[in-house]
Every structure is written in structure tokens, then in C-alpha cells.
């Protein structure tokens, strides 16, 4: 069986560790296999493997760290999200994708609402409980996300291939 490749953007560690400790709290246990993370894209073929290790790290390399806030709490409809903004993140995989154009899946072809998955896959009722606890300590916050990261799906867990820090001064 093919395993696709993930793409996704890396917290920064303070964010890390609090969206960590948000999911460890909330996520139903035996569906938990992964860290907090930011999803960019969610299926790249296994053919692109090469060209993904080639183009990223370019990207990664020309481009200043791509800055974000934390707007608020995203309603998953079973499940919660920590919502983000960054015009900036945005544009970087608006790049990515132009130039995987006719390469992307369906899922990667919708416009991109960056979140922090904290909650998923539970009851309606569970969901909006925990968003109605939450919306008063979830504050705005800016950062910046240090890198990209590659990953191979595992049938739910996933393998790290490769990390690539922003390194340049240009915004993208």
C-alpha cells in the first residue's frame, strides 16, 4: 500500500507545548497518534517524494518565518480547533501548490483554514462543551512558525522525514 506524505508548518515551542497539552487532555486517547500540528497539506503521492525533498527546503531557505496569531476557538463540528490567522502562511502554500499544480488531492484544493486540531471525533455535545470551556482562556497571541515539516502516513501515526527552517529575510 502507498503512504502519502504530509505537509505541515512547525510550532513554535511554547506553542507546541500548550496546543500538546490541549490535545493530550482532549483528543479521545486511542485516536491521539499524533502531536499538535498545522496541516498545510494532506496527501502528496508517494511519486513526489523526491521533488518534495528538492522544493521544500528551497522554499524554506528563501522565506522569513511566516507570522501567525491566534484568533479564537474553531468549531469542527465534532470536534475543536484552535483557530489561527497568517496572510503570510497562506501565501507560502499558495506557492507550494502552484507548483504541485495537477499533483494536489481534492481535499488539498479547498481553501486552507490553518488550525490546531485539540479535539476530534467525539459527540457534537462533547465538542461544543469543550468550546464553551475553553473560549474564555484561549487569547490572542502572535508568533511565528519556524519551519515546514515533512511526514509519511503510517495508517495513522506518521514517520518524520525531513525538517526545513525558515531561513530567509524575504516574506512570502
Known sequence: MSRPFIVTAVLPPD????????????????????????????????????????????????????????????????????????????????????HFHGSLTDQ?????????????????QEARALQVALAPEIEPRAFAFPALDLHRYEGGPWSHVKRMAFRGKERP
Open 15 to 98: 506553542i507546541q507545548g500548550w496546543a500538546e497539552r490541549l490535545r493530550r487532555a482532549h483528543f479521545p486517547v486511542e485516536r491521539n497518534h499524533l502531536h499538535a500540528h498545522v496541516t498545510l497539506f494532506h496527501a502528496f503521492a508517494p511519486s513526489l517524494l523526491d521533488e518534495l525533498k528538492a522544493f521544500l527546503p528551497d522554499i524554506a531557505r528563501e522565506f522569513a518565518q511566516p507570522q501567525a496569531r491566534i484568533t479564537g476557538l474553531m468549531d469542527l463540528g465534532k470536534g475543536t480547533a484552535i483557530a489561527l490567522a497568517s496572510e503570510e502562511l497562506l501565501r507560502l502554500r499558495a506557492l507550494i501548490a502552484d
Open 108 to 124: 488539498d484544493l479547498h481553501e486552507p483554514r490553518p488550525h490546531i486540531t485539540i479535539q476530534n471525533k467525539v459527540s457534537r
